[in-house]
């Protein structure tokens, strides 16, 4: 076993998914511990133009797989790959973004490596010289630590925003190590025919910087307007609690927590949310909270920057209404 953590770089359309780099920078942490190896693992058509956008980082090597049947990701021709090259070095850990394409793989790269999984992790750390990942388990009732065996290479998928994104680096590039990787044709037994976009409303939770959430305080439906309109005002996105969801005042995509999206915004503005520990998962990491709830000992205001005990429904669309004024819009009657 050598003693190198891997992350397995996730890309589209030729720019590397910020999953990455948030795994790459934990992954600096924990070496830090053991001195180990830092080492990205690109697959893709042309993998070391994307090595390139890892400058920056600090990592110690990018190993560079490239194929002309890996130009978008499918399932077994990633993982037969990744497999051969990662047993070829055997580093203790691999991590992978937790993202729709990367449970899928994660999986089916423990399965072929043989080894075990700690699948939707939010948090990744040492512990008795071991790694130790943290999911939620028992649909999201308490947070579960997971081990690995020592002789095993640990697998990991990791939510995206579980960890802060460094940005994209300009710094200079780091080595890269072409690997050869044949594809046999029993591998490529599917193929992306089309890709299309989801019809409807479109929500960018994970990389909104200002996110505006609303919850059961607002006490009707109705109210939710004046978390849009306040988000709106500030050119932030739309969240809110489960319960708020569960009712159905808003959609599923909306809802952040250990059930939802896991953000990290530089503003996060809570609204008639109790702070429940499942909302405060997804959310509490974020750089400034800003918590408006009418019960002075809400959960909330234990984590919160700002606490504004009040009613909700008098202070957001005073709020609102001043920052249209000082922006020197025509307010609303
Ligand atoms: C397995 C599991 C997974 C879960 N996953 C999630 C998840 O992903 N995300 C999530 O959010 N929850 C999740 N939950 C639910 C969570 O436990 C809470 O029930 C939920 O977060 C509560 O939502 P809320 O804060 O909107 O409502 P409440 O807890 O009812 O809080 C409403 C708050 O509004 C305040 N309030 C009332 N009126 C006003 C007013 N006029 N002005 C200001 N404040 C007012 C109240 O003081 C109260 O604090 C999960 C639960 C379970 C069991």
Known sequence: MSNEIWVVAEHWR????????????????????????VVALILAREAPPLAAKLGGLSIDEVVCVSDA??????????VDAAAAVIRKRSPSAVLVGATMSGHEFAASLAASLGTGIASDCLEIEWKDGGLMARRPAYGGRLLEG??????????????????????PGSGEAPPITEE??????????SEI????????????????????????????????????????EIGGSVGASRAVVDAGWIPYPHQVGQTGKTVRPKLYIAIGISGAIQHLA??????????????????????STYSFVGDALQIVPKLTKKLRERRGAASPA
């Open 14 to 37: 030729g720019e590397v998914h910020p999953v990455t780099r948030e795994l790459l920078a934990r992954a600096k942490e924990l070496a830090a511990a053991t001195s180990a190896k």
């Open 146 to 167: 997971i081990q690995w065996t020592k002789d095993g290479i640990a697998v990991a998928s990791v939510r995206p925003r579980a960890y802060a994104d460094p940005g």
């Open 180 to 189: 050869a990787a044949a594809i046999p044709p029993e591998a490529l037994d």
């Open 282 to 303: 997804g959310m509490k990491t974020s750089e400034t909270i800003f918590a408006i709830n009418k019960d002075p000992n809400a959960p909330i205001f234990k984590i």
């Open 193 to 232: 025919v089309a890709f299309k976009k989801e019809e409807g409303e479109t929500v960018n939770l994970a990389d909104a910087d200002v996110i505006v959430a609303g919850g059961r305080g607002l006490q009707v439906p109705e109210n939710f307007s004046v978390v849009r309109e306040l988000a709106e």
């Open 69 to 78: 049947e890996r130009e978008r990701y499918r399932p077994r021709p990633y």
